[in-house]
């Protein structure tokens, strides 16, 4: 690919909020460079992709609902002559599920196993048909059912006002009917240690589950009062209704990811809290004012659950315009996705909500991941702004931070809108008419980097970016259910080449 310097620098100061009205494009194969400190990071471009059915049935008969997160075991990622090789994790959220309806399947808990191989390809555009997604292969190898404290499984189901207490922890679990009993995990995040634990991050009760190797529960790591939900005073792990403190419904830990030298646990919440979200009341429909999110740091190196971050911070997200008409922005661009890099820097995907599996035509506007440091940013661990509900914003109608309160600093460098690259392996941003296989997903929701064992260029990368289908087949089947839909949105990987300086080969 040719290389065009687009060299931004980040100074390590509070970003005023981007608004992003109309579809954020960027075309054409060049490299993008931006300047962080002096040193550089570059994005060399889209360099292959992977499609799986989406009537794909997994090791326990349902259904494999796709990626809201995944992770490349990299003890067993290799390069044998022109392609890689690999073993590739993934995690699926609670199954097929309609909030609306109140419809919910008691769903196990699991995790998925792939044998991948990717060659990469960086030459003419292939055609537009589904055949030409095919430089990551994707080939199911089982998988790992997640059990609790008493070695049950976990259910999918809402847990309404139900809870459960499991070596004293506050769970959340249904009363009666589907799942009840049964501790209820939205699972949205994922992270393996060096000894092949893994953490879970949850959207019900915005915990961080612990479990070991074999996928049995080992601990859970419990939020701060900011961000246990709460409503009419007393916990709340709903997700049909937002309560009236901490995590909003269906926005808990989306993002999760160990520093590269594995004593960090970065934790991210998907948008605002509820106390720091801007109210529009005259406008139910604008979610604009959610882009305040928090991110605390846990140290881990002497236990995996510790009782308290030693660091929390603020950033501020993209909002953006969901028709893309130019008119003021009514959503947040919602974190999707973390990965740490080292100690102090994150890459976050931050997203819109429109694509394949909206069932709709609306615009693709924002899909990017974004160059994020903590540097210069407030450290809130210990204040009021964690240990109580108290705003972080100046104002309950305006996403304004508090003026002695600096949010981390970001500047983008993948932006996934590039059609050029897009029609490289026959995929495009049309949404019109809607449901068209070769049209980007909606939900990107995960990602994860795997060394590319290039001498020449040491701090390159492969960045694995997956979709979350929402179990969205012709073909679908829950719980020896019918669930089927009228079109697939099949599991999608899409992968970058990224030059990340400083970053440590690792083995996680």
Known sequence: MKSLLLALLVSGQAFATTSVTTPHLEHGDESRTVTVRGQQFVNEGLVGTGRLSAQTVDFLGDTLGSFSSLAIDKKRWRKVGDHYEGTLWTLPDRGRNDPAANLFYDYAARLHRFHIRFKPYVGKALAADVHSQAQVSIVPDGGIELRDFHGRPFTGADPGTGTITEHGVLLPSPHQGIGAGKISIDAESLQFTRDGSFYVGDEYAANVYFFDPRGHLRGVLVPPPAVTPRTHGKIDFNSLAAPDSGRRNNQGVEGMSLS?????????????????????????????????????????????????????????????????????????????EIRALNDHQLLILARDGNGLGTDNDKPI????????????????????????????????????????????????????????????????????????????????????????????????????????????????????????????????????????????????
Not at 265 to 292: M, T, Y
Not at 306 to 333: C, M, S, W
């Open 260 to 336: 590269p030298d594995g004593t960090r646990l970065f934790v991210a919440l998907q948008s605002a809290l509820i106390q720091d979200s801007a109210r529009h009341p005259e406008d139910k429909d604008d979610a604009s004012g959610r882009v305040v999110t928090r991110v605390m740091v846990y140290d881990v190196t002497r236990q995996p659950v510790p009782a308290r971050p030693i660091a929390h911070y603020v950033i501020e997200l993209p909002a953006y315009r969901d028709q893309g008409d130019g008119k003021p922005a009514n959503k947040t661009a919602a974190e999707s």
């Open 365 to 508: 506007v924002y899909k990017s991941m974004l160059l994020v440091d903590t540097d210069g940013a407030t450290n809130l661990a210990g204040t009021t702004y964690e240990n109580t509900t108290a705003s972080v914003l100046e104002s309950p109608g305006k996403s304004i931070l508090k003026h002695d309160i600096h949010p981390m600093s970001w500047v983008e460098l993948v932006n996934m809108l590039n059609p050029d690259q897009l029609a490289r392996f026959g995929m495009n941003l049309t949404t019109q008419p809607r449901n068209q296989p070769l049209t980007i997903s909606e939900k990107w929701e995960a990602m994860d980097f795997a060394p590319a064992f290039d001498a020449a260029n040491p701090d390159d990368f492969f960045l694995f970016v997956g979709n979350d289908n929402d179990f969205i087949a012709r073909h679908c089947v829950m719980e020896k259910q019918s669930c089927d839909s009228n079109f697939d949105n099949d599991n999608m990987l899409l992968v970058y080449r990224l030059t990340l300086p400083g970053m440590t080969q690792t083995t996680h």
